[in-house]
């Protein structure tokens, strides 16, 4: 990720969604983020897939669950990958 959406929002979250909780909220956290190590590596969000196939590991209710990293930030939009500096 090149901006610092996730951060925002979970703040925002937090701020918005305080009035409805009895207590003080200790954290909010997107839970469908992604840390890459390899390739250009880098912080993506993740959006889960199901496959359903006859084959082990894919034949139960939810089928085997697979994470899409977003090219792009769905908050801002702009590319989620890294920035090369010599371009
Ligand atoms: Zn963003």
């Known amino acids: 990720m090149n901006c610092n959406c996730i ?6 979250v937090k701020e918005h969604h305080q009035p409805q909780v009895k207590a003080p909220i200790d954290s909010v956290r997107c839970t469908n983020i992604s840390w890459v190590l ?3 590596g880098g912080t993506f969000i993740s ?20 994470m899409v990293h977003a090219s ?8 989620a990958k890294k920035e090369k500096p010599s371009e």
């Open 7 to 12: 951060n925002e929002v979970e703040a925002k």
């Open 38 to 40: 390899s390739g250009e």
């Open 72 to 79: 792009y930030c769905p908050f801002c939009g702009v590319s």
């Open 47 to 66: 959006i889960p897939f199901s496959i359903k196939a006859d084959a082990p590991g894919y034949r139960s209710e939810k089928g085997k669950q697979m």
